[in-house]
């Protein structure tokens, strides 16, 4: 047990001396988050335990397909730092794994699980709800790490990278459509085959099944030797091959160039960008199964916004070779720029016109948010990664999990949830002017979408060229100046930093799906439809309810801007940090 001990108390140390500032900040957030979800889980034990069961089922799909969707996974303590030490692939895998218990996702799942003693002491077999419960936890983390080292191994080829991307933008549609099957398949209540997931054999055991906690431990031994033969196959990726070559003309050309061969032989951007198609597609077509159709025109939409929050840390990915583009005599930003919309434009266009023309419609709709969307997105990418870099890892250094482009998985997480809401927010001018004058809004699509991608791109142009040696500085160290910090939070008492944090947290609840999705579906008649509270109104309020949303969302991230702004002495000081003088 000694090698174990030692790996659990490596972990502790690191996440003791790293949870500070920001991070430590993400982290007791997520806590406080993950505290209520498990209070809440735990009330189900008190109301039913089929109920309970059905929770456990949606923890074990959030420790499944969370990493993989969030960077890989918790790497604080990796295989390859004891590759000197020539342990045995199963030890090596127990000592991970005893590792993998220590930190908040474990301790906030662990809390959640404590509805197993509850079931037990109701129902008599608290004996056996004991060990059901830490073995539960085990089979949650070991599915986690099965996973995401499956889907490593599947990025090692371009088949397996788009295949990858394919099927997790699908399942991830699933769950966001999830009330789709319940109304198509009839369920309206726990589906019967939810008993029969390993995320039930915990209640089961804790009702007193023997049988359950034999699988439970048959599961851990197994899934823990899977790990364990996935380890000895971890490698660090290879990269795929582009088929043609680019003899670029210009400068720019040569960006461009550079890029394109990027999108076609970094495996990486493949899953990145089959995950935005499928997710995209996916999500529009799953009301299919109920008969309606109204959500296909907007698959292209979906794709391009997904594809953006994927992109959100385009300087970030580069790595320490980020000095390379700064001794460019090109135009880095505007080649980049143009290489997004020569990979993401032709397939965007695609799908929506495919789509809209099966449905016959809304055409002046979606051809009003094609070119806001895509504009946005190609002005607000460079924009927001050279503001927010957040610092990533060589791609050489990627070790065998390709999905870990960057040590702060909070971050990129964050950067991804304000890239969506910053592209919504850049084709709200023309959804608005579609839904009320009809085609006048194409028009309005295409000058916002021209504007943001000349403007935001000269504005990201500029932060490149006066803050490069900084930027290049903070993906070197991992460290942000200290006037970056002055600008956001360090400024605020603790209070104001919590108003500011749920501010920009749940400010894009009310503003994009209460405020205008919803105004969306009752331009189109789509009525009771869901938990869109605007559908549910009487006709004189429909557009009353959204509008107050859209008023409620924009307060909320107005408040939060006017929170963090430097004041007074603040800005001075940022000034004089600027020059190196003294405040």
Request: aromatic content about 10%; overall charge positive.
């Given at each position: 047990m000694a090698v174990e001990v030692t790996m659990a108390q490596m972990k502790f140390a690191i996440l003791r001396h790293a949870f500070r500032g920001p991070r430590a900040q993400t982290a007791g957030t997520g806590a406080l988050l993950g505290a209520v979800l498990a209070a809440g889980t735990i009330y189900l034990a008190f109301v039913d335990a089929d109920l309970l069961a059905a929770g456990y089922a949606v923890w074990m799909l959030g420790w499944m397909l969370g990493p993989v969707f969030m960077g890989g996974g918790d790497e604080t303590v990796r295989p390859e730092y004891f590759a000197l030490l020539g342990l045995p692939r199963r030890r090596l895998a127990m000592g991970l794994l005893t590792a993998a218990f220590v930190g908040v996702a474990p301790l906030v799942s662990f809390t959640a699980l404590l509805g197993l003693l509850v079931v037990g002491i109701r129902s008599g077999s608290v004996l056996l709800a004991v060990p059901a419960t830490l073995l539960q936890l085990a089979v949650f983390v070991l599915l986690s790490k099965v996973c995401v080292a499956v889907v490593g191994l599947a990025l090692r080829s371009r088949v397996g990278a788009v295949g990858s991307g394919l099927v997790n933008g699908a399942i991830l549609a699933a769950l966001g459509q999830v009330w789709v099957f319940f109304a198509a398949f009839g369920e309206t209540g726990i589906p019967s085959f939810v008993g029969y997931l390993p995320s039930s054999w915990g209640v089961q055991a804790a009702r007193g099944h023997w049988w359950a906690l034999a699988a439970l431990a048959a599961?851990?031994?197994?899934?823990?030797?899977?790990?364990?033969?996935?380890?000895?196959?971890?490698?660090?990726?290879?990269?795929?091959?582009?088929?043609?070559?680019?003899?670029?003309?210009?400068?720019?050309?040569?960006?461009?160039?550079?890029?394109?061969?990027?999108?076609?032989?970094?495996?990486?951007?493949?899953?990145?960008?089959?995950?935005?198609?499928?997710?995209?597609?996916?999500?529009?077509?799953?009301?299919?199964?109920?008969?309606?159709?109204?959500?296909?025109?907007?698959?292209?939409?979906?794709?391009?916004?997904?594809?953006?929050?994927?992109?959100?840390?385009?300087?970030?990915?580069?790595?320490?070779?980020?000095?390379?583009?700064?001794?460019?005599?090109?135009?880095?930003?505007?080649?980049?720029?143009?290489?997004?919309?020569?990979?993401?434009?032709?397939?965007?266009?695609?799908?929506?016109?495919?789509?809209?023309?099966?449905?016959?419609?809304?055409?002046?709709?979606?051809?009003?948010?094609?070119?806001?969307?895509?504009?946005?997105?190609?002005?607000?990418?460079?924009?927001?990664?050279?503001?927010?870099?957040?610092?990533?890892?060589?791609?050489?250094?990627?070790?065998?999990?390709?999905?870990?482009?960057?040590?702060?998985?909070?971050?990129?997480?964050?950067?991804?949830?304000?890239?969506?809401?910053?592209?919504?927010?850049?084709?709200?001018?023309?959804?608005?002017?579609?839904?009320?004058?009809?085609?006048?809004?194409?028009?309005?699509?295409?000058?916002?979408?021209?504007?943001?991608?000349?403007?935001?791109?000269?504005?990201?142009?500029?932060?490149?060229?006066?803050?490069?040696p900084e930027l290049l500085d903070t993906m070197r160290t991992g460290r942000k100046p200290v006037t970056q910090k002055t600008l956001r939070f360090d400024h605020l008492s603790n209070t104001q930093k919590a108003v500011a944090g749920w501010c920009f947290g749940l400010g894009a609840i009310p503003l994009f799906p209460q405020g205008i999705v919803a105004a969306i579906f009752v331009a189109n008649d789509k009525l009771h439809h869901s938990w869109f509270l605007a559908t549910y109104m009487p006709t004189g309020l429909q557009y009353a309810v959204a509008g107050a949303f859209i008023a409620l969302g924009l307060t909320m991230y107005g408040t939060g801007l006017w929170l963090a702004r430097p004041r007074g002495k603040e800005r001075q000081g940022i000034a004089a940090a600027a020059v190196g003088l003294p405040d």
């Amino acid at each position: 047990m000694a090698v174990e001990v030692t790996m659990a108390q490596m972990k502790f140390a690191i996440l003791r001396h790293a949870f500070r500032g920001p991070r430590a900040q993400t982290a007791g957030t997520g806590a406080l988050l993950g505290a209520v979800l498990a209070a809440g889980t735990i009330y189900l034990a008190f109301v039913d335990a089929d109920l309970l069961a059905a929770g456990y089922a949606v923890w074990m799909l959030g420790w499944m397909l969370g990493p993989v969707f969030m960077g890989g996974g918790d790497e604080t303590v990796r295989p390859e730092y004891f590759a000197l030490l020539g342990l045995p692939r199963r030890r090596l895998a127990m000592g991970l794994l005893t590792a993998a218990f220590v930190g908040v996702a474990p301790l906030v799942s662990f809390t959640a699980l404590l509805g197993l003693l509850v079931v037990g002491i109701r129902s008599g077999s608290v004996l056996l709800a004991v060990p059901a419960t830490l073995l539960q936890l085990a089979v949650f983390v070991l599915l986690s790490k099965v996973c995401v080292a499956v889907v490593g191994l599947a990025l090692r080829s371009r088949v397996g990278a788009v295949g990858s991307g394919l099927v997790n933008g699908a399942i991830l549609a699933a769950l966001g459509q999830v009330w789709v099957f319940f109304a198509a398949f009839g369920e309206t209540g726990i589906p019967s085959f939810v008993g029969y997931l390993p995320s039930s054999w915990g209640v089961q055991a804790a009702r007193g099944h023997w049988w359950a906690l034999a699988a439970l431990a048959a599961s851990v031994l197994v899934l823990l030797a899977l790990w364990a033969a996935l380890l000895g196959r971890r490698s660090r990726p290879s990269s795929g091959r582009g088929a043609w070559s680019v003899r670029p003309t210009s400068p720019t050309g040569a960006v461009v160039a550079k890029e394109l061969l990027t999108w076609s032989r970094d495996l990486v951007r493949n899953h990145q960008l089959a995950f935005a198609l499928s997710y995209g597609v996916c999500f529009a077509a799953s009301p299919l199964l109920i008969g309606w159709n109204g959500m296909l025109p907007y698959a292209g939409p979906i794709f391009v916004v997904m594809a953006a929050a994927m992109s959100s840390n385009l300087y970030g990915t580069d790595g320490t070779a980020l000095w390379l583009t700064l001794l460019a005599n090109a135009s880095d930003v505007r080649g980049r720029q143009l290489a997004f919309l020569s990979v993401q434009a032709p397939l965007a266009i695609l799908v929506t016109l495919v789509f809209t023309a099966i449905t016959g419609g809304p055409w002046p709709l979606v051809l009003a948010l094609l070119p806001a969307l895509l504009g946005g997105a190609a002005g607000l990418i460079p924009l927001v990664s050279v503001y927010a870099l957040i610092p990533g890892t060589d791609p050489h250094r990627r070790a065998g999990n390709p999905l870990r482009t960057s040590e702060n998985d909070g971050g990129l997480t964050g950067l991804a949830y304000l890239m969506i809401a910053l592209v919504l927010l850049a084709a709200a001018p023309a959804l608005l002017t579609a839904i009320w004058f009809g085609w006048a809004g194409v028009a309005v699509g295409l000058l916002t979408g021209a504007a943001c991608f000349w403007f935001l791109g000269s504005l990201a142009e500029r932060r490149l060229a006066s803050h490069g040696p900084e930027l290049l500085d903070t993906m070197r160290t991992g460290r942000k100046p200290v006037t970056q910090k002055t600008l956001r939070f360090d400024h605020l008492s603790n209070t104001q930093k919590a108003v500011a944090g749920w501010c920009f947290g749940l400010g894009a609840i009310p503003l994009f799906p209460q405020g205008i999705v919803a105004a969306i579906f009752v331009a189109n008649d789509k009525l009771h439809h869901s938990w869109f509270l605007a559908t549910y109104m009487p006709t004189g309020l429909q557009y009353a309810v959204a509008g107050a949303f859209i008023a409620l969302g924009l307060t909320m991230y107005g408040t939060g801007l006017w929170l963090a702004r430097p004041r007074g002495k603040e800005r001075q000081g940022i000034a004089a940090a600027a020059v190196g003088l003294p405040d």
